[in-house]
């Protein structure tokens, strides 16, 4: 007889956050220096990108969204590192008896260069996800200068994930 559960399970996940000053810059666990000085606006690190996975991971499974294990209200979570948050959510898919198989993720950013620091971006994020380097895709794009990316208000982030029954 064979088992009739699903096997996989797939996510999406977006988030966007505002360009401000006095704000670090930080996409994938790397802090970047953007020309006029402008860094991402949150509750926490503000990392889209991770923000974006982990919402991807939790779709995956309809766990719900990241606002709900970490609620931008409760002052544990000020100025947090998403990466250690990614971490606690690979753990929870882990706990419910799925593996992470892969993840494709896009930033949406006008400025600065993301191409010379996508590569950490992937390591950084394939140590937490807890899989192979080549299973993390990170891609940059400009917005073209349209909307509020290409306006440089704020930098979006999409990411889709592959989980597999443990
Ligand atoms: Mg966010």
Redesign the pocket.
């Known amino acids: 007889m064979t088992d009739s559960k699903p096997q996989f399970r797939i996510g999406n996940g977006y ?3 505002r360009l401000v000053p006095g704000r670090s810059l930080i996409l994938g666990g790397v802090t970047l220096l953007h020309p006029d000085g402008l860094g991402l606006d ?1 509750h ?1 690190d ?3 990108l991770t ?2 996975v982990m919402d991807a991971l939790l779709g995956a499974l309809s766990l719900g969204d ?1 606002g709900k294990y970490f609620p931008p209200d409760d002052p544990k979570w000020r100025g947090a590192d998403s990466l250690l948050l990614l971490e606690k959510v690979v753990s929870l898919i882990n706990e419910s008896g799925w593996r992470v198989l892969n993840i494709d993720a896009v930033v949406v950013a006008e400025r600065p260069k993301l191409k010379p620091h996508i590569e950490c971006m992937r390591k950084n994020l394939s140590e937490r996800l807890g899989v192979d380097f080549d299973a993390v895709g990170v891609k940059a794009t400009t917005n073209e200068c349209l909307g509020p990316e290409g306006r440089e208000e704020g930098i979006s982030s999409q990411a889709v994930a592959l989980l597999g029954r443990l």
Request: proline fraction near 0%; avoid cysteine.
């Open positions: 988030d966007i956050h949150g926490s503000a990392d889209v923000h974006a990241i």
